[in-house]
């Protein structure tokens, strides 16, 4: 319930707090291309698997405060951690990730960032061996949050395409494999292009 909370207050956070100029303006896109490092809890997490994922963003072009709506997808194979047991598989997410990048800093050549994401996940796990067959496959929603930094290195003078390198911690939870939950904690690091 909390992450729920938490991803609903930084999605009004990117609506009521930009300018009106820039509210919800798809001034910018992002593409990502990224690795995520899965670990969480004992017993109810993914615990040492790798995602690997495609991440696109719409954004505001200018200001301080810059709302932005995110979409990804993601493959997560390794090992998962099931009550006692700790079993191999697969998951595949797909996301939308509605928040806010605050870049502090107007430079020429380096913008710096932070950022404060919201995030929705439908999530499909096929994880195995499990005691009760039935949960060896399962779908579900996940709520929760994303923070990271990262800067842009833009390409020529005044230009508008830049190359992004970008770290996160996600963190958001839901119902998968029988476990009410259940974790998917991250870190990431992607590079991407600004365009």
Same mark, same amino acid.
């Given at each position: 319930?909390?992450?729920?909370?938490?991803?609903?207050?930084?999605?009004?956070?990117?609506?009521?707090?930009?300018?009106?100029?820039?509210?919800?303006?798809?001034?910018?896109?992002?593409?990502?291309?990224?690795?995520?490092?899965?670990?969480?809890?004992? !017993?109810?997490?993914?615990?040492?698997?790798?995602?690997?994922?495609?991440?696109?963003?719409?954004?505001?072009?200018?200001?301080?405060? $810059?709302?932005?709506?995110?979409?990804?997808?993601?493959?997560?194979?390794?090992?998962?951690?099931? !009550?006692?047991?700790?079993?191999?598989?697969?998951?595949?997410?797909? !996301?939308?990730?509605?928040?806010?990048?605050?870049?502090?800093?107007?430079?020429?050549?380096?913008?710096?960032?932070?950022?404060?994401?919201?995030?929705?996940?439908?999530?499909?796990?096929?994880?195995?061996?499990?005691?009760?067959?039935?949960?060896?496959?399962?779908?579900?929603?996940?709520?929760?949050? &994303?923070?990271?930094?990262?800067?842009?290195?833009?390409? !020529? $003078?005044?230009?508008? $395409?830049?190359?992004?390198?970008?770290?996160?911690?996600?963190?958001?939870?839901?119902?998968?494999?029988?476990?009410?939950?259940? &974790?998917?904690?991250?870190?990431?690091?992607?590079?991407?292009?600004?365009?």
């Amino acid at each position: 319930m909390r992450d729920m909370m938490t991803a609903l207050l930084v999605l009004l956070m990117g609506i009521i707090f930009p300018t009106a100029d820039t509210a919800l303006a798809a001034d910018m896109a992002v593409g990502e291309l990224g690795v995520r490092y899965h670990a969480g809890t004992a !017993g109810k997490s993914f615990s040492g698997a790798t995602g690997y994922f495609l991440y696109f963003q719409s954004q505001a072009g200018k200001g301080v405060l $810059r709302p932005n709506v995110g979409a990804a997808i993601e493959l997560i194979s390794g090992n998962a951690s099931i !009550g006692s047991a700790t079993v191999g598989g697969t998951a595949y997410s797909g !996301g939308i990730y509605p928040g806010l990048d605050i870049f502090p800093f107007r430079t020429e050549k380096f913008q710096p960032f932070v950022e404060v994401h919201g995030v929705i996940t439908w999530n499909y796990a096929s994880l195995s061996p499990l005691t009760v067959v039935s949960d060896q496959t399962s779908l579900g929603l996940a709520f929760g949050f &994303q923070v990271g930094g990262g800067t842009d290195i833009r390409l !020529g $003078r005044g230009g508008e $395409r830049a190359i992004r390198i970008h770290t996160s911690y996600s963190n958001y939870t839901g119902k998968i494999a029988g476990q009410a939950g259940f &974790q998917y904690n991250a870190f990431a690091l992607s590079l991407g292009l600004v365009f």
